[in-house]
């Protein structure tokens, strides 16, 4: 018997304070019986992955962190090996895959002044000799040795030249540049490698970019524009990631991004210039601005704003799933749309599960076939600032605001369809089906998605499956969620 009818159900409240929305029971032409879901959007800010906030221990938002590494500290002969890098690493990377942390690792040679780290058997400030064509390169291969399939490294800064590793006083030559780029692409295969200056260094290579002093007044016409440009003629972002710091110590750094991370966040004339240099740049990380006063209110308000806006934020639009399985067939579709401001850079699992209704554990799990998260792509062609001509360097700057028009994206965020049938044999009974994307180290869930349709784990229920019965279609009325953002227990696995 057909069936061309539809049973709209609301959820008022649930278990846990949560109002997941609308979940619609479809029985229509074309729909093969399907049940369609639109889980709730959850409007709080995501402890994600190898996005947003980084740097700050024990930050409400931030799972990525800095890690400089002095050169010396890992190598100060010729004859030292391997396990320098290996000790010193694990010392700087520990705590990372219980607390779901990863690290973005930099190698540099000078600090400022006097503070130097080149091994005893070089000379200071030699960038250019044969020795040190030799030892860099070696040092580049060893730190892809150790680095690039370890799992609690996120992404990988060049570093090496120049103060701070920051490629300028002084800048890499072109030799250097040519020399060193080639080592890091074929050291890292896996990982994504940024330079400083993306726009007119390092060319040719693929990297992205860490912008040291990202939405300053006096470097957003050169520095910021030129990040613009790139993404603009090579769609850079789409590949790789872009991020930095922001800093408040130097020039006019009061004007923009305020004069201190505390009033970047909770400063609205600060806090929406940041957010529309990020979607402008299509930024995933930053820094320093990480230190803002947790204790101020409107600080933490705002930078739950930031957190929002900063990398990736996939949304689950709707669901639609095979509610009653009678030849072991259960068919998925999904449409998500990626709000937030870049891609996701590495291929993670999808993966659906079946569970016990009353305990939660797993008794059936697969994971998506040909799905690459890494397609979700953000809107692009955000409202470009407007310039004004200022008395001192650069001479141009965004003096009042960001811009005129409105602001928003050219293209909007596509939403993004993916179909998919599985096969599952159980005994007959009801199961809870839940939605998961796997970090492949442990294979565990890490990455969420924003809504309110939340198990603490990292899972996703969507609704009911039943397996040679009647029943199956949406969760009851009293289904218990569980709260996003205070998950604490997620984690991945370390190297062996």
């Known amino acids: 018997m057909n069936r061309s009818w539809l049973i709209c159900i609301t959820f008022l409240t649930c278990a846990g304070g949560f109002t997941p929305g609308s979940a619609q029971l479809i029985f229509a032409d074309g729909f093969d019986n399907l049940v369609r879901v639109s889980p709730a959007y959850y409007d709080q800010p995501l402890k994600n992955p190898m996005k947003g906030f980084t740097d700050s221990p024990d930050h409400e938002w931030a799972n990525l962190r800095h890690r400089y590494f002095e050169w010396n500290e890992l190598e100060n002969d010729a004859s030292d090996g391997m396990d320098k890098i290996f000790e010193v690493s694990d010392q700087k990377f520990q705590n990372g895959p219980e607390n779901n942390l990863k690290f973005i690792p930099r190698l540099y040679l000078h600090w400022n002044g006097d503070e130097t780290y080149w091994p005893a058997d070089m000379t200071e400030f030699d960038y250019t000799s044969e020795q040190f064509q030799f030892r860099v390169a070696r040092i580049i291969e060893r730190l892809g040795e150790a680095w690039n399939n370890d799992s ?9 030249f120049g103060k701070w590793g920051e490629h300028h006083s002084p800048d890499p030559t072109l030799a250097m540049q040519d020399l060193t780029g080639q080592a890091f692409q074929d050291a890292f295969p896996d990982k994504k490698v940024s330079v400083r200056h993306i726009w007119n260094e390092f060319q040719g290579f693929g990297f992205g970019e860490y912008w040291d002093s990202w939405g300053h007044y006096q470097q957003m016409w050169g520095h910021g524009k030129g990040i613009a440009d790139q993404n603009q003629d090579n769609q850079t972002y789409l590949d790789t990631y872009i991020g930095g710091e922001v800093a408040y110590n130097w020039g006019d750094s009061d004007i923009q991004p305020g004069s201190s ?7 609205p004339i600060h806090r929406e210039f940041i957010q529309n240099s990020i979607r402008w740049l299509h930024g995933t990380q930053l820094r320093w601005i990480s230190d803002y006063d947790e204790n101020n209110a409107a600080a933490r308000a705002g930078a739950a704003e930031l957190q929002k806006v900063m990398g990736y934020r996939y949304v689950l639009n709707e669901v639609q799933f095979t509610p009653k399985i009678f030849n072991g067939e259960l068919r998925v579709a999904l449409s998500v749309t990626n709000e937030g401001s870049a891609p996701f850079y590495y291929d993670w699992p999808v993966e659906l599960a079946l569970h016990n209704p009353d305990t939660r554990e797993i008794v059936w799990q697969q ?21 004004e001509e200022i008395d001192n360097w650069p001479g141009q700057a965004i003096v009042d605001g960001w811009s005129d028009e409105s602001l928003g994206w050219g293209t909007p965020p596509a939403v993004n369809q993916v179909n998919d049938s599985f096969t599952v044999n159980l005994p007959d009974g009801e199961y809870v089906l839940s939605l998961s994307v796997l970090d492949p180290a442990g294979m565990q869930p890490s990455l969420r998605f924003a809504t309110s349709h939340y198990w603490n784990g990292g899972r996703h229920p969507l609704g009911i499956v039943s397996v040679g019965g009647d029943g199956g279609g949406l969760l009851p009325d ?17 190297p062996e």
Do not use: M
């Open 478 to 494: 009293d289904f218990s969620f569980n709260e996003p953002k205070i998950d604490d227990s997620l984690s991945y696995q370390g």
């Open 261 to 267: 991370p505390t009033d970047s966040v909770s400063d």
């Open 367 to 387: 994971t998506f076939n040909n799905l690459d998260i890494r397609t979700w792509h953000p809107g692009k062609n955000w409202t470009s600032p407007e310039w």
């Open 152 to 160: 609690r490294v996120a992404f990988v800064e060049l570093g090496i």
